[in-house]
């Protein structure tokens, strides 16, 4: 399911929108707009070969549109192979809500956007992320049953996330120093919501000496003092002396420029699309010798765990497939380095086999 970029730019000049969703074939894109409660939304369907697509929906303050739709685009491709790798008979979807989450949203706000939701007729399913939370679950519920991640059910699934991320960052010391062993490793966690705090907790209850850093400055304090965690300023997590970055805000964080200052062994952390363009900076860190444990791979605890919730609920079932996902990355390692390719394409080619694998089987039409 590899599929080329457009090397055309007339047709993103003269559509950005299709151009867009054609350079890695998404399948819909739906527009959502509410007057009333001022709701601004897109939904962004990457690929239901496997299944239904799911995805959290996310509520950002955007500067602009354009943004908020390229990032449900590259979210919403992230989830299919997420799912993909991760066994689940999952597509990718991904929802961005426009506006501020703590002041925009209520719940005529959240009803709204489950309509919407429900007007696909289950084709997305959706789930907490950034800015949302169970409670808003219970009010996007009332429009439809598309949804999971509900209090009294599998709940809030940062935790397995977090413990999958967890489980991916052994795998990657592993692989790296021939250990697991994360006692006295220098960590930064950039981003410690409700994913972060949960992976500092693990890391340092095995001994590892954890750097943390986070918009909300509230928040860097209570975690500090919990944990006993040095707290780092925004503009020097690139400068901190570690063996192992974990981002676990937003993505990109990977970059021309902050590979220039990147001081580590081991990229592993929770944010989805951590590189800001696979096709470079997969292939820099190679060539630095970073070790990049593949961002959809190491955070899928969180839609194992709301997968499970669409059957009966089993969370010694998603326990165990989130620690699983310490075998998972290890198979990517060892691909990566029998056939000398970057750990991203590794993983790759992993979902689009598998994908593609679904397709055959299909009856042609």
Not at 55 to 79: C, F, P, Q
Not at 334 to 339: G, R
Request: proline fraction near 3%.
């Amino acid at each position: 399911m590899e599929v080329k970029s457009i090397n055309d730019s007339s047709v993103l000049a003269s559509n950005p929108v299709i151009g867009q969703m054609q350079l890695h074939n998404h399948e819909q894109v739906v527009f959502c707009n509410d007057n009333e409660t001022g709701l601004k939304a897109i939904i962004a369907i990457h690929n239901t070969v496997l299944g239904p697509s799911m995805g959290g929906v996310r509520m950002w303050k955007y500067n602009n549109e354009l943004e908020a739709l390229n990032d449900a685009l590259r979210l919403s491709r992230g989830m299919t192979y997420k799912s993909a790798v991760a066994g689940l008979n999952l597509g990718g979807g991904k929802a961005v809500i426009i506006g501020d989450s703590r002041k925009d949203k209520n719940e005529k706000f959240m009803r709204k956007f489950g309509q919407f939701v429900n007007s696909l007729g289950g084709k997305y399913i959706t789930a907490e992320d950034v800015g949302i939370g169970t409670d808003d679950m219970l009010q996007i519920k009332k429009e439809t049953d598309y949804v999971s991640g509900l209090p009294g059910k599998s709940g809030d699934p940062s935790p397995f996330t977090a413990l999958g991320v967890y489980c991916g960052m052994k795998a990657a010391a592993n692989e790296k120093w021939g250990t697991d062993n994360l006692s006295g490793k220098k960590v930064m966690v950039q981003g410690i919501g409700h994913v972060g705090e949960n992976l500092v907790a693990y890391l340092t209850k095995d001994g590892a000496k954890v750097y943390i850093s986070d918009i909300a400055e509230d928040r860097l304090a209570e975690v500090a003092k919990k944990y006993n965690a040095q707290v780092v300023p925004l503009d020097k997590v690139y400068d901190v002396n570690m063996d192992i970055y974990a981002p676990c805000a937003l993505g990109a964080t990977v970059n021309s420029d902050t590979l220039k200052r990147l001081k580590c062994a081991i990229i592993c952390g929770a944010a989805n699309n951590q590189l800001a363009d696979e096709a470079i900076h997969g292939v820099e860190l190679t060539q630095k010798g970073i070790l990049y444990a593949p961002d959809y791979v190491v955070n899928a605890g969180g839609i194992v765990n709301v997968y499970w919730e669409l059957f009966d609920y089993d969370k010694n079932k998603v326990i165990a497939q989130a620690e699983n996902i310490y075998n998972t990355t290890l198979r990517i390692f060892k691909i990566a380095k029998e056939e000398n390719i970057p750990t991203y394409i590794a993983a790759n080619r992993i979902a689009e086999e598998r994908i593609a694998a679904e397709i055959k089987k299909k009856p042609k039409q």
